[in-house]
């Protein structure tokens, strides 16, 4: 009985040895592609910054009127924001050849859907930006009206419709 056991035990080990064997090489490929990918993100993403802000990308957008909003929602710059998205695009971008180094079925099926669901996330910032324009069109219509019909918390109206 103890022989089957040692037996069966024995055999259960080679059997990962040579699985964790065969899964070693692309599980460290997939690591080092994910590394050097995260690396020429940043390295990107800081480019990106610095090219943007040489171009005073911050001062047209201030005399567009993009820049108010954007700090409104808790972004410092256009510049910070543009290069923060080169950077997860291309960390995103590495991610995908380190998924076919470990499985090329898995890595495909992820990639499909993610791309199915870019249209939905298109449509959502639209949305979203959609919502904020009508909000700020609604606040400042409040405002007005308010202050015309010379009411002492027309701020506070026109702040309130415009946050919700």
């Known amino acids: 009985m103890w022989q089957t ?6 055999a259960s080990w080679q059997e990962l040895a040579a699985e964790v064997a065969h ?10 592609i994910f590394i050097v990918g995260t690396a020429v993100g940043l390295v990107a993403g ?3 910054r610095w090219l943007l802000t040489r171009a005073k990308l911050d001062r047209a957008a ?12 808790g972004v410092p710059s ?4 543009i290069a923060r998205v080169v950077r997860w695009i291309v960390i995103l971008a590495a991610l995908i050849p380190a998924l076919y180094s470990l499985d090329a079925r898995v890595a495909s099926d992820l990639v499909g859907r993610c791309l199915l669901y870019l249209p939905h996330l ?3 910032v639209i949305l979203l930006w959609l919502g904020f324009v009508l909000s700020r069109f609604l606040a ?3 405002l007005i009206a308010a202050v015309n019909a010379q009411m002492g918390s027309a701020r ?4 309130t419709t415009q946050t919700g």
């Open 122 to 124: 298109v449509v959502a």
């Open 62 to 73: 201030a005399r567009l009127g993009i820049l108010d909003p954007l700090s409104r929602a």
């Open 78 to 81: 256009l510049a910070a924001l």
């Open 5 to 10: 056991l040692e037996g069966v035990l024995k």
């Open 140 to 142: 400042r219509g409040v």
């Open 46 to 48: 800081r480019v990106t």
């Open 156 to 159: 506070l109206l026109a702040n």
């Open 23 to 32: 899964l070693l090489p692309n599980a460290l490929a997939s690591l080092l």
